[in-house]
């Protein structure tokens, strides 16, 4: 009774978890329709403006507009006797509107958050399918047809495993030139997680093959004359779902934290381009961060999102 | 057994070898070289100076040769940014990295380790706590835990934002750098820990949880022994190999949790020498990071797989079969 119930309760995390993330990724994808501002609008004169509060004027939410009062110091005053609206309804250059602050260029940490959430998420995510892809399909090869293939490509994996993976990864998006297009880079560093990724995807999946291929249903479709492509896509593979499904919740956060490494020290996307690790990257300094916490929103966004895969890997290790 | 350690060992000197020789031609096939990167003040002529003193113009061959000759007899050139032997840095840097490793794992075992025996044979609000404690702490990566520990040491200077001393390049007696060291070691080893104390509590958690309900655990309890030291001295030694297994893969997770430290919090180590040395195009200092690092995470990896073989001989037969 009490372990059906537990049961129940995981499944339940689970599916909220799994919920919480396809919005999440819902969020990234409007984002320039939620973002009140562009990622890269600066204003000058609200450099490191902290977030503001609405209140509720009539009945719609309004803000006190900030208004500088040190410009060295960063400081700034809120002018109770005057009301703007949301940055949603109307905009006023002068008078902006800053949910979460801004940051050391007097940009809406608020919109880059949903412009970075578009590019962190969104390189993890295509780097995560690419990776389980062509690890699956890999590993699936390797398991079904044995020999010199299987050698061959378990070796490599083998190899990839045991590496560094991070120094790898920063040796070869370093050796790449610094300065490129925004599109470029997303290509180069998913080629880069998609090639350190997938042996973790295909060694499991060959194991589940090999042990697979000499089961019933595998030599049923043999004998139907069903070819190579069709037992591995049709068969084997979605036998192997739990599998992928585990690797999925592991490969997403780690390829969101290698993106946040990677930008943070200057490697990844250029600075104008808003992803959470270069916002990060002007967050970490000893005497602002102190100063400005709300700089350091895209941690709280890593977190969150990792937590969340974390709910939903969790309880499957179990099994 | 000695098979399998020649074999180990044989494939981590291949492993060194081709990552080192990987991160020479990589180094050189990227775009600007440490004349161009270093030398961006010097005209043309002194630029060409520069490469032929570094004997960067010679071919990619003659610089391999050069290096491969020099390291079979633990030469590994000169650094061309530090002007020192890449072997001294090196031993130097990994030192500090493996003292911060070391650090997290001492502090990521002494916590994890206890609140899993203890959550794994408790019940009620307290397992609850240490159960939402630890998947919290797996969800902060070193990179997220190490900026908001340096947030927080600079919100209320508990203890320094960074470095591994105040004194650097300072002759200062050996009982104050270590008092030093002291006092800069806790927020990188904390932030490197987390996760990883998270973890083991969840698998120690787990593993005593299955290892308490074994027939010979009932049995010490019906002979009279006291919960306690029933969980202790019998279900405890018998939960302990999947922890121990654990620490084999936590060695990869250190490696690339400590270079993420190690930018956040300065902390001059392995990692944060190797990205030094990419941004200079420091050839063989890249290289010998490279070289360095897969040593130490082969090594690592055959130090925990030793360990679990001693403590469970079905690692090396399973291994053979």
Known sequence: ?319 | MGRYLARRIAFACVLVFVVSSAALLLTRLAPGDFAAVEGFELNSEQREQLRARYALDQSFATQYLSWLSGAVRFDFGQSLLYSRPVGELIGERALNTAVLATAALLIATLVGVPLGIYSGTTSGIARALVKSVSTIGLSIPPLIGSLLLVFIAARTGWFPAGGMTSTAGVDVPWAQWVADLARHLPMPALALAIPLAATLEKLQSESIASASHERFVTASRARGVTVSRSILRHAWPASLRPVLGLYGLMIGSLFSGSFAVEVVTSWPGLGRLMFDALKARDLFLVMGCAAAGAFFLAAGTLVADLLLAWTDPRVTTRDRA
């Open chain 1, 1 to 319: 009774m009490d372990r059906s119930a537990s049961h129940d309760q995981r499944s339940r995390v689970i599916r909220r978890a799994g919920l919480f993330l396809v919005a999440l990724f819902g969020v990234a994808l409007i984002a320039p329709i939620l973002a009140p501002y562009q990622p890269g609008e600066a204003f000058r004169d609200f450099i490191n403006a902290p977030p503001m509060r609405p209140h509720l004027s009539g009945l719609t939410p309004s803000f006190h507009p900030l208004v500088l009062a040190d410009r060295l110091e960063s400081r700034f005053e809120t002018d109770v006797t005057r009301s703007v609206p949301s940055p949603w309804v109307s905009q006023d250059a002068a008078t902006p509107v800053f949910l979460m602050g801004a940051d050391d260029f007097g940009r809406d940490i608020f919109s880059r958050l949903l412009y970075g959430a578009r590019t962190s998420l969104g390189l993890a995510l295509v780097a995560m399918l690419g990776a389980v892809a062509i690890g699956a399909t890999a590993g699936a090869w390797a398991g079904y047809q044995g020999g010199w293939m299987d050698d061959a490509i378990m070796r490599t994996a083998d190899f990839v495993l045991v590496l560094p993976v991070i120094y790898v990864v920063v040796v070869l998006r370093a050796v790449l030139p610094l300065v490129l297009p925004a599109s470029t880079v997303f290509l180069l560093v998913t080629g880069i997680f998609i090639l350190v990724g997938w042996p973790f995807v295909a060694k499991g999946v060959r194991a589940i093959v090999a042990g697979e291929r000499s089961r019933e249903y595998v030599q049923a479709a043999e004998s139907l004359g069903a070819g190579r492509w069709r037992i591995l896509m049709v068969h084997l593979i979605p036998a192997c779902g739990g599998h992928l499904l585990v690797q999925a919740t592991l490969l997403l956060p780690a390829f969101i934290l290698a993106e946040a490494t990677l930008s943070f020290i200057g490697l990844g996307f250029p600075d104008p381009i808003a992803s959470w690790g270069t916002m990060l990257s002007g967050a970490a300094n000893y005497n602002s961060v102190a100063r400005f916490p709300w700089t350091l929103a895209p941690a709280v966004a890593i977190f969150i999102v990792v937590l969340a895969t974390n709910l939903i890997a969790s309880p499957r290790e179990r099994h």
